[in-house]
């Protein structure tokens, strides 16, 4: 019987290495439960060696009935073991106290009434220890312990069956197919033949570490539980095994006191040993999960900006078409207008100069009247070309460096009709030192400075004033076009100059024949210089400022069509 004894021994504590192992490990639902399982067979094994070791009747029951407890721990934590594997399922808190409350009963039932299970343990006549159960009650603790297993294969079965990926397969393959014959054998000797003979209840443990090891293999083989550095481990658990066999053979006491200062050591550099793996296993790991995260994030970046750049250069393509059709129309409109304006403006003062007879005073008037319409239709065309002038690349800036002051002038001078019949003061910078020489395109300039300074004096009051100023500032020359007229409610600001033809309700009144691109033409070619253009106003009734700012010097190296990209 001492090769019995040992071999109990040496299963109760390699499955206590292992639970300690596993436990340890990667901090799963999987590996706690799996770990408790293994813990259970050890303890179990630890009984079957109580009862068979001791000649005392009483702790030969105490110890039947603890591994009558520890029987329904390892069924139950099989169980739970095939619920939340594979992966990393959640198993809920009542679930685990129903399926251990059998484990819960029988301490109770066994504390209570310790011949419960067993009714007699004794000795025969050649010394042999035999029991008598209670049938009664072994056959219910029999059936809930079989349909427990069963229960549990089905489950194992089923997630064999659901699994889509080849490697779960395998896992579980090895899982059942692997177990079941030891769990077979087991539960013959330690579960159908205890009924008639308890001799041979010793063979279970040893199927138990069979069935752990075939667990374990598929843990490394297969990394189920996700624990790399096993191998180590269990080498390290085997040396501790070695150690704790040579210890309990002793000879003498000499060789008594070495092997269990061996024995102590080696737990002590095994332990440091296996943290430092498990320390540098852990950080391996998360550098690796780091590495792998930052690919990902990388790649869904880089998938993200490539479907932005797509999108983008499709927009950019319909554009350019809606771009193209857009000028195709305004210049086919423009020469279709162009040439019966010019003819209708010209009979119109053929007429007036009395080249088709003697004109009366009413005739002349209507005549008058007839032509400033032709003018303004002349105004509504030059419009559209302003429209077309809007398209990226349609013409270039003739850079000069030059003061804007003559054009100021020029343009003032051009308003003064408009000005002095709305009595309006007008101030401005005469000195030429505030106007300094800029790098710009001075025909664009003059007219969108005519623009913003036609509208200060259009959309004015009687009475009113208009105020110019200059300034310098980190690097922009500023000029600030001042008006008392009739202001810009707030929310119509935003929309003046980002749209073409957007006009405000109190500009339609106070002018209804603009078309309302100007400030959008302002906008661009500002744009197109390098510099803003801004608008505000206080409300209706109290006047705008606008604001243009030019770089002082000239931006880029030079200045081309290509600034015309930029919409207003």
């Not at 210890?247 to 003498?252: H, L, Q, V, W």
Request: net charge positive; charged share 20%; hydrophobic share 45%.
């Amino acid at each position: 019987m001492d090769i019995i004894y040992i071999a109990l021994v040496v299963v109760a504590v390699t499955m206590a290495g292992l639970s300690w192992i596993i436990f340890t490990g990667e901090k799963t639902t999987s590996n706690k439960i799996f770990s408790l399982f293994i813990l259970s067979c050890g303890l179990w094994s630890i009984g079957i060696f109580s009862f068979e070791f001791t000649n005392s009747i009483q702790i030969g029951l105490i110890a039947s009935n603890f591994n009558y407890f520890i029987a329904f721990m390892i069924a139950g934590s099989f169980l739970i073991f095939s619920y939340t594997f594979p992966g990393q399922k959640k198993i809920k808190y009542w679930q685990v106290i129903a399926v251990y409350t059998p484990a819960i009963i029988s301490v109770f039932g066994t504390s209570i009434f310790s011949h419960l299970i067993l009714t007699e343990i004794y000795y025969s006549s050649t010394g042999v220890k035999l029991t008598t159960v209670n049938v009664p009650v072994y056959m219910v603790y029999a059936v809930i312990y079989i349909t427990y297993i069963l229960v549990t294969y089905l489950n194992l079965f089923r997630s064999y069956l659901a699994a889509t990926e080849s490697s779960v397969k395998i896992q579980l393959r090895y899982i059942l197919i692997g177990t079941l014959v030891q769990f077979i054998i087991a539960m013959y000797f330690d579960l159908i033949l205890p009924i008639f003979d308890y001799t041979y209840v010793w063979i279970g443990p040893l199927m138990g570490l069979i069935f752990v090891y075939v667990i374990v293999y598929a843990v490394y083989k297969h990394h189920l539980l996700n624990t790399e550095i096993l191998t180590a481990e269990l080498l390290m658990v085997g040396l501790w095994i070695f150690i704790g066999i040579r210890t309990i053979r002793y000879a003498n006491s000499s060789e008594l006191a070495t092997n269990t200062a061996l024995f102590t050591i080696s737990i002590i550099i095994g332990i440091f040993l296996i943290r430092s793996f498990r320390r540098e296993n852990n950080i391996r790991k998360r550098l690796s999960d780091l590495n792998l995260h930052l690919s990902q994030k990388v790649a869904e970046q880089t998938a993200d900006i490539q479907r932005a750049f797509e999108t983008e250069k499709k927009a950019r393509r319909d554009l350019e078409k809606l771009n193209d059709s857009k000028n195709q129309f305004i210049m086919i409109t423009q020469h279709h207008l162009r040439a019966p304006t010019t003819t209708i403006d010209r009979e119109l003062e053929d007429m007036q100069r009395g080249a088709y007879g003697q004109i009366t005073p009413e005739m002349k008037t209507s005549i008058t009247d007839a032509r400033v319409a032709s003018e303004r239709l002349s105004h509504i065309i030059d419009d559209f070309l302003k429209i077309a002038a809007l398209k990226p690349g349609a013409s270039m800036l003739n850079i000069s460096r030059q003061s804007l002051l003559p054009a100021i002038d020029d343009i003032l001078g051009e308003l003064k009709l408009d000005i002095a019949r709305l009595r309006l003061c007008v101030d401005y910078p005469h000195n030429a030192a505030d106007w300094p020489d800029l790098p710009l395109d001075h025909a664009k300039m003059r007219e969108i400075l005519l623009i913003v300074i036609e509208n200060a004096v259009k959309y004015n009051r009687d009475r009113g004033s208009i105020d110019i100023s200059t300034r310098s500032r980190t690097g922009m020359f500023e000029i600030s076009i001042k008006n008392s007229g009739i202001g810009i409610d707030c929310d119509e600001i935003i929309k003046i100059g980002s749209a073409v033809c957007y006009r405000g309700d109190s500009a339609r009144s106070q002018n209804p024949t603009g078309m309302g691109i100007g400030l959008s033409v302002v906008k661009a070619i500002v744009r197109a210089h390098h510099g803003t253009f801004s608008i505000t106003s206080s409300g209706k009734g109290k006047g705008a400022l606008a604001v243009i700012a030019l770089p002082l010097k000239q931006a880029f190296g030079g200045i081309n069509d290509d600034a015309m990209s930029h919409e207003p």
